[in-house]
């Protein structure tokens, strides 16, 4: 039974992925093909997050893979799985990608106000000129919870982010990452009340 809910989520997502299209999708296509390889329905957001669950309960299936551009979120996008949102951003980091005068007058790395940020507003903040600890600092600002796969830190690299920028993001705003870690504890516990917290 649960192997066919699997097989029949990994083929929506396959199905989903292809509508997408590969245009979308950050990288190379080497890159692309490995991303949309790695996917799979109820797989594809441990898959897009790997080691980042917290960003990954928004962007799975397609969202996942063309949400690559998504990076960060505030609190309330992620308890409510906002893909709608997720996916408005992803398209607008697409279409409409942010500017370096657009970040020189923003306040913060969330630079069109939508709740998330996404690797154009973080590439923008690099070309307006934004020295490493002013772009940490707007981000941090956000009060978003960042997560990075090895794709999107090469993305951001490759366009001339540095490597301080790029390793610092994930300790950014830790209380509330950890507040949404504890929240997808409880819940956990709260759906399998005779589950240990033992999980090693």
Known sequence: MLKNKIVTCSLLA????SAVGC?????TKEEQGAVIGGLGGAAAGAAV?????????ILGGAIG??????????SDKILGKDTQGATQAQQT????????????????????????????EVVAMK???????????????????????SDQEKYLRDRGVSQNVISQMESLNQDKKQQLLNNQRGDVIGKNPSSTSSTR
Not at 49 to 57: R, S, V
Not at 130 to 146: C, H, K, P
Request: hydrophobic residues 40%; aromatic residues 6%; proline residues 4%.
């Open 65 to 74: 893979a063309g949400g690559g551009y998504v990076i960060g979120a505030n």
């Open 127 to 149: 070309q307006a000129g934004l020295s490493d600890s002013e772009m940490l600092s707007r981000m941090r600002a956000t009060g978003q919870i960042f997560e990075l796969s």
């Open 23 to 27: 245009k979308n999708l950050p990288g």
């Open 14 to 17: 396959s199905f989903l992925l």
């Open 93 to 120: 980091a697409q279409q409409n990608p942010a500017t370096a005068s657009a970040a020189r007058s923003a306040t913060t790395a969330d630079i069109n106000h939508d709740g998330f940020v996404t690797l154009d």
């Open 49 to 57: 997050g790997g080691k980042h669950p917290i960003l990954g309960a």
